[in-house]
C-alpha cells in the first residue's frame, strides 16, 4: 500500500505564533586569488584555549526592564483592587510594549528581542493570566485585552507555555469564549491565544488543552455562527487544526462534535454571498484533514456529510490555490484504504473537481501533488472511480502532471505515479486508456528522472505492473521505454528500501511471464543476478521472496538465464526460503517452482539442490501442505526434476498412468530419491 499521504500544513495566521528568527549570514570566505597571495604568518605557541562558560540568553536592558516591571505592577494592582478598567487598560499597555520591537522569537536564541525578554523575566504571562481569570467574565474589553496579552507574551516551548497551561490558562480562555460569544474581539484574541498556548506545546501542554473544554466551547461557537461570521469563523477553524495535532486534542474535538460544525462551515462557506468564504473553506478542510484520519474518523466524518461538503468547496472555490490545496489533502485522508468513502465522494463529484484542480492550478506542484494522490486514494480498490478517470480525462491530466515534475519535485512524481497505477485498475476501459495517454513511458521517465528516490522508484514499478496487464503489447511499450533496465536499477540502487525492491521484483514478474522476447532483453540488462541479489537483501521479506521467484521462473526458462542465476546463488536462496518460511504456502510453492526450472538446466544446479539439502526440505513441505493443490503440483515438479534422466522417465512414465495422482505416489518419488 503506498504510503501513507503527507500532512498538508496549513499556514498559520500571523497572530497565532511568534514569527522565526532569521537565519544567520554565511561566514565570510576569502576569494581563492586574494588568499593565494597572502602569506600564512608563523604558526603560534599552542595555549589552552580558556574555559567557556555555558550560553545563556542575554537579559534585558535596564530601562526596559524598569517599563515591563511597571507595567505588571499596574496589572497586578489592578486586579488587587479589582478595577477592570484599569486592568484592560495595563494589558492593552503591555500588547503596545510587546510589539514595539516586533513578535517574539521562536526559540532560545541570541536573537530575543529586548521588550519580549523583559516581559518574561518580570513575569508577564501570569500577570495577564490573574487578569483573564479575575476578569474574564465580567467585561469584555478587558477580556479581549488580556486574552491578546496572552498571544504576545507567549513563546514556544518556553517554560511559560507550560505553567500557563498548568495552571488554568485553557479553562479561563475557554470560559471567556462562551461568556462573551456575541463578541467577535473576545472570540477572536482568545483563539488567537489558544493557538499560541498550542504552538510548539509539550505533550502534557497539548494534553491540558485538550482537557481544559477548549475544544467544545470552539466547536460551539462555529456551530453557533457558521461562515456567516467571516473571519471570525475561519479563525475558530483554524483554532480547530491547532488543537487536533496531538492525539488528545483530536480526540477531544471528535467528542465535542468537530466533524458536524466543520461541515456546518464549510456549507455555508460554499454560498455565492458568504464572506471570507475561501478563507473559511480552506481552514475547515485543513481541521478536518486532520480529524479525519483512521478508519471511525472517516466513517464519522461520511456519515457527517464531509465528503460532498468537501468536493463543493472545491468547486465553488476552484480558483483559490490554498482551498484546492487543503480540499484535495482533505479527500487523500478521507477516503485513503476506505472504499465506501471513495465511492460516495466519487458519487458526489469529486473525481471530476480533482480533475479540475490538475488543469487550473498546473504552475503549483505541491497542489498538483495533493490531487494525484487524492485521486489515488478515490480509484484504489473502487471500480467505478476508475471507470470515472478513464472517461473523464483523468489519464491525460496526470501523466501531464508527472511531465511538469522536475527533479526538485520528487513527491508530486510519485503521488502521480501512485495515481496512475491505482487508476489503471484492472478493467480493459482504465488499462486501455493508461496506455493511450502514454502512462507508461511517463512513469518510465519519472524513475530515469529520480533515480534517488525509493518513493518514485516504488510508485513508478507499481504502475507498471499494473499497466502491463493490458497484454504483450503494454509489455513490449514498457520494455521499448526502457522499463527492464529501469527496474533493474531500482534493484541496484535501492536496496535499503523493501518497498521499493518489492514493487519492481512484481513489475519485472509481470512483464515477464509469457514474453520470450524480453526474457532475452532482461537477461542482457543483469535483471537475473539483481533478482537474486535482491532476495538475499531482503532478509527473508516474503512478498520480496514470491516477487522474485516469479520473476526467475520466467527469466529461467532459457538456458543462459538459469545459469546465470544459478551462479549467483539462485538455488541457496530458494533453499533459505523454503527453510525460513515453512508455512507461508505462496513462498513454497514459489521456491518449488522456481528450483524445478533451474533443476531442468543442467547438473550444478542438482549439486547445488542437494548440498543445500532441498530434497529434505521438500519433504517436509509434503507434509506440512498435503491440503493446497498448487503447492503439491510445485513439489510435484520439483521432486521430477531432483531425479537422474532415466529414474524421472520411469517414474514419469508411471504418473502418466496414474489418472488421479494421489499422495501416494509422492511418497513413492521420495522414497526413491532417499534410495
Not at 168 to 177: I, N, R, S, V
Not at 301 to 321: F, I, K, N
Not at 390 to 413: I, Q, T
Not at 443 to 459: I, K, T, W
Amino acid at each position: 500500500m503506498p504510503a501513507a499521504p503527507p500532512s498538508w500544513q496549513w499556514q498559520p495566521r500571523a497572530d497565532a505564533a511568534p514569527a522565526l528568527a532569521p537565519a544567520r549570514p554565511p561566514a565570510f570566505v576569502w576569494p581563492a586569488p586574494q588568499r593565494a597571495q597572502m602569506e600564512a604568518p608563523p604558526p603560534l605557541p599552542q595555549q589552552p584555549a580558556p574555559p567557556q562558560p555555558p550560553y545563556a540568553p542575554a537579559g534585558p536592558s535596564s530601562a526596559s526592564q524598569r517599563e515591563a516591571t511597571s507595567l505588571l505592577a499596574s496589572m497586578r494592582q489592578s486586579v488587587s483592587s479589582g478595577d477592570a478598567n484599569a486592568s484592560a487598560d495595563a494589558c492593552a499597555a503591555l500588547v503596545r510594549f510587546s510589539a514595539a520591537s516586533g513578535p517574539p522569537p521562536s526559540s532560545s536564541s541570541p536573537g530575543d528581542s529586548d521588550a519580549f525578554a523583559a516581559l518574561h523575566t518580570a513575569g508577564a504571562v501570569p500577570a495577564a493570566l490573574a487578569v483573564l481569570q479575575s476578569h474574564g467574565r465580567s467585561d469584555p474589553l478587558c477580556a479581549a485585552s488580556a486574552c491578546a496579552a496572552l498571544r504576545c507574551t507567549l513563546r514556544p516551548g518556553n517554560a511559560d507555555q507550560a505553567a500557563a497551561c498548568a495552571t488554568g490558562a485553557p479553562a479561563a480562555l475557554a470560559d471567556a469564549m462562551l461568556a462573551w460569544a456575541g463578541h467577535p474581539g473576545v472570540v477572536k484574541e482568545a483563539c488567537a491565544a489558544v493557538r499560541a498556548l498550542l504552538c510548539g506545546a509539550s505533550p502534557a501542554a497539548a494534553a491540558a488543552v485538550a482537557r481544559s473544554g477548549v475544544c467544545g466551547a470552539v466547536v460551539a461557537l462555529l456551530l453557533r455562527g457558521g461562515a456567516a461570521q467571516g473571519a471570525l469563523a475561519a479563525a475558530e477553524c483554524e483554532t480547530l487544526w491547532h488543537l487536533s495535532a496531538s492525539g488528545a486534542g483530536g480526540r477531544a474535538a471528535l467528542e465535542a462534535g468537530a466533524l458536524p460544525a466543520l461541515v456546518a462551515a464549510l456549507d455555508a462557506a460554499c454560498a455565492p454571498d458568504a464572506s471570507a468564504g475561501a478563507a473559511v473553506a480552506g481552514a475547515a478542510c485543513a481541521a478536518l484533514q486532520r480529524l479525519g484520519a483512521g478508519v471511525p474518523a472517516q466513517s464519522a466524518a461520511a456519515d457527517a456529510g464531509a465528503l460532498e461538503a468537501v468536493t463543493d468547496a472545491l468547486t465553488a472555490h476552484a480558483r483559490h490555490a490554498g482551498v484546492q490545496a487543503a480540499g484535495c489533502a482533505a479527500l487523500w485522508v478521507l477516503t485513503s484504504g476506505h472504499a465506501s468513502n471513495g465511492a460516495r465522494a466519487g458519487d458526489a463529484g469529486a473525481v471530476e473537481a480533482i480533475i479540475g484542480v490538475l488543469r487550473a492550478h498546473q504552475d503549483a506542484p505541491a497542489l498538483q501533488g495533493a490531487a494525484c494522490g487524492a485521486l489515488r486514494a478515490l480509484a484504489a480498490g473502487c471500480v467505478a472511480n476508475q471507470l470515472r478517470c478513464a472517461h473523464s480525462g483523468a489519464f491525460p491530466a496526470v501523466v501531464a502532471a508527472l511531465h511538469r515534475s522536475g527533479r526538485g519535485h520528487a513527491g508530486m512524481a510519485e503521488a502521480a505515479c501512485a495515481a496512475l497505477g491505482a487508476m489503471s485498475g484492472v478493467g480493459r476501459d482504465s488499462l486501455h486508456a493508461a496506455c493511450q495517454a502514454g502512462g507508461l513511458q511517463a512513469v518510465v521517465a519519472a524513475q530515469q528522472q529520480h533515480p534517488d528516490s525509493p518513493g518514485v522508484a516504488a510508485a513508478s514499478a507499481k504502475a507498471v505492473a499494473a499497466m502491463a496487464a493490458e497484454g504483450h503489447t503494454a509489455r513490449f511499450a514498457a520494455a521499448s521505454c526502457g522499463a527492464l533496465e529501469a527496474l533493474t536499477a531500482t534493484l541496484t540502487a535501492h536496496k535499503a528500501s523493501l518497498r521499493a525492491q518489492e514493487a519492481a521484483c512484481a513489475a519485472l514478474a509481470a512483464l515477464l511471464a509469457g514474453s520470450p522476447e524480453l526474457v532475452v532483453q532482461a537477461a542482457e540488462c543483469g535483471a537475473c543476478e539483481a533478482l537474486v541479489g535482491a532476495a538475499f537483501g531482503a532478509g527473508g521479506h516474503a512478498p520480496v521472496q514470491i516477487s522474485v521467484c516469479a520473476a526467475l521462473t520466467s527469466a529461467c526458462a532459457r538456458s543462459e538465464n538459469a545459469e546465470r542465476a544459478v551462479s549467483t546463488g539462485a538455488v541457496e536462496m530458494c533453499a533459505a526460503a523454503l527453510a525460513l518460511h515453512k508455512r507461508d504456502a505462496l513462498v513454497c510453492c514459489g521456491a518449488c517452482s522456481l528450483l524445478a526450472t533451474l533443476l531442468l538446466h543442467g547438473g550444478v544446479a542438482l549439486r547445488a539442490a542437494r548440498a543445500a539439502e532441498v530434497p529434505a526440505l521438500a519433504a517436509d513441505a509434503v507434509e506440512r501442505f498435503q491440503s493446497s493443490g498448487e503447492v503439491q503440483d510445485a513439489l510435484r515438479r520439483l521432486q521430477l526434476a531432483l531425479m537422474p534422466s532415466d529414474a524421472y522417465a520411469r517414474v514419469a512414465k508411471q504418473q502418466a498412468a496414474v489418472e488421479d495422482e494421489t499422495p501416494e505416489v509422492l511418497q513413492h518419488l521420495w522414497d526413491f530419491l532417499e534410495v
